[in-house]
């Protein structure tokens, strides 16, 4: 009864099998038989947020980092919940911290970039994220992200080159073909190559918004035809969109008078 490992053994048992209260209780044993326990107040902090009891996850996490100054992911845990309580200074000044630790946590940086987002500091969201390609330059969704915010900071060179950098990290990335196809057939360039990488992205993933890519890919091009069918391909996934119905009708407006 007071041997540590076989309760904290125990509570993994009940976590494989979700019983979720059983796992706090074995683990709270272990933690008060061994008060500088941290794993177990790790995993309580863990548990408790799975349970959406997000007081009771910071002061397990709060634990932790007073155990161990140099754990880095509970600095992550409470900026999570300093974020998702509104607190953002003080979650900012947890996810840095986090970084101080351990400068290539791939979740710091993007909790981090996202509460700017939230916050509507795009500056700082792409500072973020630029650090975190620096450090993670493998990780395809932090360069998608960037892109992505580049574009709506009209940084549309810096976009384009972001979105090719996460199609070279991961060339299964959809999200990547499409976003750079639509950002070539938006600015006018490399329209040969949008139509191309469209297609990519359908062949990937064929929902609606990748057609709509590839019909717009397609107009920029002045291929009416082939502008229509990729459009109606899009309806007939989603047809109730509006928007897909609106642009079928344009594109049909440019062909007629492209004939005339």
């Given at each position: 009864p007071t041997d540590v490992?076989?309760?904290?053994a125990l509570a993994e048992t009940h976590l494989e099998v979700d019983n979720l209260d059983a796992a706090i209780g074995e683990y709270k044993i272990a933690t008060t038989l061994d008060p500088k326990f941290v794993i177990g107040y790790n995993n309580l902090g863990t548990i408790y947020m799975q349970q959406g009891e997000f007081q009771q996850a910071a002061e397990a996490f709060q634990r932790v980092i007073q155990l161990d100054a140099s754990a880095a992911e509970p600095y992550v845990s409470l900026g999570w919940i300093y974020a998702r309580q509104g607190k953002f200074d003080?979650?900012?000044s947890h996810l840095q911290?986090?970084?101080?630790?351990?400068p290539k946590l791939t979740a710091a940086y993007q909790c981090l970039g996202e509460i700017y987002v939230q916050q509507r500091d795009i500056k700082n969201a792409i500072a973020t994220y630029t650090r975190l390609t620096e450090v993670q330059p493998q990780e395809s969704g932090a360069?998608?992200?960037l892109g992505v915010l580049q574009l709506n900071a009209r940084q549309v060179d810096a976009a384009i080159h972001a979105f090719q950098r996460a199609i070279e990290a991961d060339a299964s990335s959809a999200d990547a073909y499409n976003n750079l196809a639509w950002l070539y057939a938006d600015v006018g360039v490399n329209l040969d190559s949008a139509v191309e990488l469209a297609k990519k992205a359908i062949a990937l993933t064929p929902v609606a918004s990748n057609f709509d890519t590839l019909s717009y890919a397609y107009y920029k091009n002045i291929l009416y035809q082939e502008a229509e069918a990729a459009i109606r391909r899009a309806i007939e996934i989603e047809p109730g969109n509006q928007k897909y119905q609106k642009q079928l009708a344009e594109i049909r407006n440019a062909n007629d008078t492209k004939r005339k």
């Open positions: 490992r076989l309760h904290a003080l979650a900012k911290s986090a970084i101080k630790r351990n360069w998608l992200r």
